[in-house]
Each structure stands twice: as structure tokens, then as C-alpha cells.
């Protein structure tokens, strides 16, 4: 065996210790085929047969006769494709401007981008709510400026597509930033040498380099829009219901599982056929930034080389205008100026709900009167804040442990094997991350009502570790990617077991990922509110769900409080694994 791979040819420990690794997925798998693929198709059986067994369609039939489901099915898919569109369009530039900084300037700049990913978007709605409103600063200027519609920002679809774009911005960032500074420069010099222009140089060589990245982006926002609730809930009205609204509805109110089990089916095949698409072109592993691009068919590369020559050929007319009329007006500065408006756009909401916080007025406003410490006070001496908040980080540090060891265990092995086993992990565990978050936790607490653990924190904390392992896994795959096996390779030469290896040697050098995995999978706990909602059965609460409530019942400062609260803590916690990462790689 060791023959059969020249690396390990002189080291028979661990020639032997690598093909053994494949237990390691094991406890990965039982627990995503139990507590994510049984209930999920647990689900779709519910959908589809009546309570005495026998098959039927009626649920999907009811669908498609009613006209109001017909509508609001359509406007949330009229919706995701259109944040979609606005994220990628609004999120490349920035991300290219990013690309295109000093080393040490990238690091701060998507440090203001990833502020904003991580903080909770009740928060950042809830700021919107007030800002937004009808006595909010935004009305008052629209208003001072004599300008029309500054009564009427809130509740209509302008808004909810606004808001949601705010979102899921950074996402979309984030995801397309790696695939930009992969390109290799040297390509757009030589085709500048070759007498391309510059807009013919972006188009035509450096942004197809970049398209697979940006398909990515697409995916994910796409998915995540597609099942979103918390926007237009808060910001839209009954026109802008979107499915995830019916579905919450049809549970928690009306107890109807066939109607609200079909919705949550037909959010899932959609995001399956934008998946199947995807995979159609760009190989499904790009979502974890891995796997060869999967080969264009003739027809498709043909019109893609046919749009971006065109896009080349229109921004080249474009610039020479530009040179001829507003030659002051260089694309660099023009490009800067808007990359700054965004990320300052990004970070308002952020900023403006603390001083909300210190007002000493018994109402929510935009700027605050006078400073208070009243509704810090308020929200503390609350026994339900305090125990939302105490339940959120019990159940945080258990979701993060938990996650942590599974995800960790997968990746050790994904990192030392290779095959059909390997592909079959990634996408497993990848999987709750391409299905909508809600529908995962309709199907959790479908399962968990046979299980009795509807209202439990054990209940939470399983749901909040299938949505947290995708991205915790990615992490810890990342840090043993970039760990130097040779090292391994010795500590087994020198008499060391396998035990003794991975605890001395593999562990202690991925440390950095492991806590930045922990903190990971701690955040996704901490600022989830969908599997609460449900799985939480009405009677436990996290402080994102007692926001939620709190939010339909009265808007007082007490919900500024509580959102600085959540804030200041997922802040440190991203500052302190952002100075991880940095420290992991130096400048």
C-alpha cells in the first residue's frame, strides 16, 4: 500500500493510518441523516399523503387553483430573482474595487463589509423600521427637500427588495471577492499589449475568469431570498407576503401541515432546480471554492462570448464619451466614491441603532432625545430578556462544541482521503446550506414533535447544529488544507500512534480554525431566529426571538437596548476571530 503512494513510501505508519480515516465521516452522517434527510423527507411524505396513507396532490392542487397562492408564489420568486440581480450588480464593483486594494487596506475594508454579514438582520430591519418610517430622518429630509412619497417608505416592494439587498449584500461580497483576486493580472496586461482597451480587457478576459465566482454569489443569495420572512414581514405589506410568510402562517396559526408542508416542497424544488442549473454549467463544489469548472456546452459559451464582446464593445464608446465631455472624470475615482457610499450604506444601520439605545425618551426616534441608561436598565432587570439571553449563550457554546467536534472530525478525514466517499461527504455536508433554512426547521419540528423535543434547548441546539455545520465544516477543511502534512508524516516515523499525532501535532497546528470554527458555529446560534420559532414551540426563547415578539407587541427603546446588546457581542466575537485569522496570515 505504501508503494502506491511515493510520498508515504518510506513511512508505513501512516501509510497505514491514512486509508483508515474514513470512520471519521460517521458520526457526521448518522446526524444529518437523522435530524436533516429523514425529517426533510418526513416532509415531503406529509405534502403528498393523505393521514389515512394514501397518495395525493390535492395540497398542490389547492395551490395552483387558488389565486392568491398563484400571486404571492410568483412575487416571491419576482423577489429573489431581483435581489439576486441588485446583489450581484451592486456587490461586484465593490468587490473588484476590494480586490484591486493594498494587502493591509483589503483586510480593513472587508472588515466593514463583514460587519454587517454578521450582525443580525432583525437587527438591521428593526433599524430600518425606524429610520424608514414616517417620522424617521429620511421622511423628515424627503420632506424638507419638498420632495414626494416621504409619508410612504415603508410597507411596499421597493422597500422589502431595498432591505433585503442590504442583507444579503455582504454575502454576495464575500463569496465573489476569492474568485477576483485569483485572476492573474498578468493576463490584462497582455491583453492591453495586444491592443484591447480597458473596457475590452475586463470583459472579455477578466470578467469570465471571475463568472464562476459570481455564479456562486448568485446561488446562495438566491436560496436565502427565495425563503426569507423577516423583511417582509417587518417592512411590507399584504402585497409583498412572500411563501415563507404562508408557511410560518399555515403552521404556527392555522396547524395545517398538508398546506404548509406543500409550500415548503415548492420552495425546495426551486431552490433544487437553481441548484441543478448551477451544477449544469459550474461544478457544485465551487461553493466551497473547490472542484475543476465543469465545461460550458458549445451553445452556451457561444452566447456568452458573444455578451461579454458586446458589453466590451459598449463600454469602450462608453469611456471614449466619458474622455471627450467629463474628462475630470476618471473611472477610478468614480469607482471609489461608490464602493465608499456602499459600505457607509452598509454600516448605517448598524451605527444608527446605538444612540437609539440611549435615549431618554419613551419612544423610538431618529436622532434620540436627550441620554439615558434607562432601557439597559429595563432590558436587564427583564426576567425574560435575562433569560433569553443567558438560554442564547447555553445554547451557543453547546451548538458550537457540538458542531465544532462533528465538523472537525469530517474535515480531518475529507482533508485525508480522496474519492467517492470524499464527494459524497462534501455534499452531505453541504447540503443544509443549499436547502432554505426554514424549511429545515419545519421538518426539525416535525420530528422533534414525535421525539418530544418541540420546547427544549436539546431541540434548539441539534437544529442550530445542522444549519451551522456547512460553514463550520468549510472552515475547519480550509485550515487542514493548509496544514503541512509532512509534519504528520515524521511524528509517525519517530514512534508516535495515530492518537498521539492528531493530539500533539495535527490539532495544536489548526488551532487558529478551531476557534474560529467555534466562534462560527457560536454566531450562526446565537443571531438564529428561524429554528426557535418553530422547534422553540412558542414557549423557550433566545433574545433573537424575544425580539421578534417584542417587535409585534410594542416598539419601545428596549428593543434598541436589546439590539446593542446582540451587537456589541457578535462584534467582539467577530473582531476576536478576525485578529485569529490575521494572525494565521501575516502580512
Known amino acids: 500500500m505504501a508503494a502506491s503512494n511515493p510520498r508515504l513510501a518510506g513511512f508505513p505508519l501512516l501509510a497505514a493510518f491514512r486509508p483508515g480515516v474514513g470512520w471519521l465521516f460517521l458520526p457526521g452522517f448518522a446526524f444529518l441523516t437523522v435530524f436533516f434527510l429523514w425529517?426533510?423527507?418526513?416532509?415531503?411524505?406529509?405534502?403528498l399523503f393523505d393521514p389515512d396513507g394514501s397518495f395525493s396532490l390535492a395540497a398542490f392542487g389547492q395551490l395552483a387553483a387558488t389565486p392568491v397562492y398563484r400571486r404571492i408564489l410568483l412575487s416571491t420568486l419576482g423577489i429573489a430573482v431581483e435581489v439576486t440581480a441588485w446583489c450581484l450588480a451592486l456587490g461586484y464593483p465593490l468587490a473588484y474595487w476590494i480586490s484591486h486594494q493594498p494587502k493591509y487596506r483589503q483586510r480593513w475594508l472587508l472588515l466593514l463589509v463583514l460587519m454587517p454579514f454578521w450582525t443580525s438582520s432583525l437587527v438591521k430591519n428593526f433599524a430600518w423600521l425606524v429610520l424608514l418610517g414616517r417620522h424617521g430622518p429620511v421622511s423628515s429630509l424627503l420632506n424638507y427637500l419638498g420632495l414626494p412619497g416621504g409619508g410612504d417608505l415603508l410597507f411596499n416592494r421597493g422597500t422589502v427588495v431595498f432591505a433585503m439587498v442590504h442583507t444579503l449584500l455582504p454575502l454576495?461580497?464575500?463569496?465573489?471577492?476569492?474568485?477576483?483576486?485569483?485572476?492573474?493580472?498578468?493576463?490584462?496586461?497582455?491583453?492591453?499589449?495586444l491592443g484591447a482597451s480597458d473596457a475590452q480587457a475586463f470583459w472579455r478576459v477578466y470578467f469570465p475568469l471571475t463568472v464562476r465566482g459570481v455564479a456562486t454569489a448568485g446561488l446562495l443569495v438566491f436560496i436565502v431570498a427565495l425563503a426569507f420572512f423577516v423583511t417582509p414581514a417587518l417592512l411590507g405589506g399584504p402585497r409583498q407576503t412572500m411563501v415563507g410568510q404562508l408557511v410560518i402562517e399555515?403552521?404556527?396559526?392555522?396547524?395545517?401541515?398538508?398546506?404548509?408542508?406543500?409550500?415548503?416542497?415548492?420552495?425546495?424544488?426551486?431552490?433544487?432546480?437553481?441548484?441543478?442549473?448551477?451544477?449544469?454549467?459550474?461544478?457544485?463544489?465551487?461553493?466551497?471554492?473547490?472542484?475543476?469548472?465543469?465545461?460550458?456546452d458549445t451553445q452556451t459559451r457561444k452566447a456568452g462570448l458573444g455578451l461579454v464582446s458586446a458589453l466590451g464593445s459598449a463600454f469602450t464608446a462608453l469611456a471614449r464619451w466619458r474622455d471627450a465631455y467629463l474628462p475630470f472624470l476618471s473611472a477610478g475615482r468614480v469607482l471609489s466614491a461608490y464602493s465608499c457610499l456602499i459600505i457607509a450604506l452598509l454600516l448605517l444601520p448598524?451605527?444608527?441603532?446605538?444612540?437609539?439605545?440611549?435615549?431618554?425618551?419613551?419612544?423610538?426616534?431618529?436622532?434620540?432625545?436627550?441620554?439615558?441608561?434607562?432601557?439597559?436598565?429595563?432590558?436587564?432587570?427583564?426576567?425574560?430578556?435575562?433569560?433569553?439571553?443567558?438560554r442564547s449563550f447555553a445554547i451557543g457554546l453547546a451548538t458550537a462544541s457540538l458542531t465544532l467536534a462533528i465538523a472537525t472530525a469530517a474535515a480531518f478525514a475529507a482533508a485525508r482521503s480522496k474519492g467517492r466517499i470524499s464527494n459524497?461527504?462534501?455534499?452531505?455536508?453541504?447540503?443544509?446550506?443549499?436547502?432554505?433554512?426554514?424549511?429545515?426547521?419545519?421538518?426539525?419540528?416535525?420530528?422533534?414533535?414525535?421525539?418530544?423535543?418541540?420546547?427544549?434547548?436539546?431541540?434548539?441546539?441539534?437544529?442550530?447544529?445542522?444549519?451551522?455545520?456547512?460553514?463550520?465544516?468549510?472552515?475547519?477543511?480550509?485550515?487542514?488544507?493548509?496544514?503541512?502534512?509532512?509534519?504528520?508524516?515524521?511524528?509517525?516515523?519517530?514512534?508516535?500512534?495515530?492518537?498521539?499525532?492528531?493530539?500533539?501535532?495535527?490539532?495544536?497546528?489548526?488551532?487558529?480554525?478551531?476557534?474560529?470554527?467555534?466562534?462560527?458555529?457560536?454566531?450562526?446560534?446565537f443571531e438564529e431566529l428561524t429554528i426557535v420559532m418553530f422547534v422553540g414551540g412558542g414557549f423557550v426563547t433566545t433574545l433573537p426571538k424575544q425580539l421578534w415578539d417584542d417587535v409585534f407587541l410594542q416598539v419601545s427603546p428596549t428593543l434598541a437596548a436589546a439590539s446593542v446588546v446582540i451587537l456589541v457581542i457578535v462584534t467582539l466575537l467577530f473582531l476576536t476571530m478576525e485578529l485569529l485569522q490575521r494572525k494565521k496570515q501575516p502580512d
Open 39 to 47: 425529517p426533510t423527507l418526513q416532509l415531503v411524505s406529509v405534502s
Open 172 to 193: 454576495a461580497i464575500i463569496i465573489m471577492f476569492p474568485a477576483l483576486t485569483a485572476v492573474n493580472r498578468g493576463l490584462i496586461s497582455a491583453a492591453r499589449t
Open 250 to 296: 399555515q403552521i404556527n396559526t392555522f396547524q395545517n401541515w398538508r398546506m404548509g408542508s406543500a409550500l415548503a416542497v415548492i420552495l425546495t424544488l426551486l431552490t433544487m432546480a437553481a441548484v441543478f442549473l448551477f451544477d449544469r454549467v459550474f461544478s457544485l463544489s465551487s461553493i466551497a471554492g473547490g472542484g475543476p469548472a465543469r465545461a460550458s
Open 350 to 390: 448598524i451605527l444608527a441603532i446605538i444612540p437609539m439605545a440611549f435615549t431618554s425618551s419613551a419612544f423610538l426616534s431618529f436622532p434620540p432625545t436627550g441620554f439615558s441608561l434607562r432601557w439597559f436598565n429595563e432590558y436587564w432587570q427583564s426576567p425574560l430578556w435575562r433569560a433569553a439571553t443567558i
Open 424 to 525: 459524497l461527504a462534501f455534499l452531505l455536508f453541504m447540503s443544509p446550506m443549499i436547502v432554505p433554512q426554514l424549511v429545515i426547521a419545519i421538518a426539525m419540528f416535525y420530528l422533534f414533535a414525535q421525539m418530544s423535543l418541540v420546547a427544549t434547548n436539546l431541540g434548539i441546539v441539534l437544529g442550530h447544529t445542522v444549519i451551522s455545520l456547512p460553514i463550520v465544516f468549510v472552515v475547519m477543511v480550509s485550515g487542514f488544507k493548509g496544514h503541512d502534512w509532512r509534519l504528520d508524516d515524521a511524528a509517525a516515523t519517530l514512534g508516535a500512534n495515530r492518537f498521539q499525532v492528531v493530539r500533539r501535532v495535527t490539532l495544536p497546528l489548526v488551532s487558529v480554525s478551531l476557534i474560529v470554527g467555534f466562534i462560527t458555529g457560536f454566531l450562526e446560534s
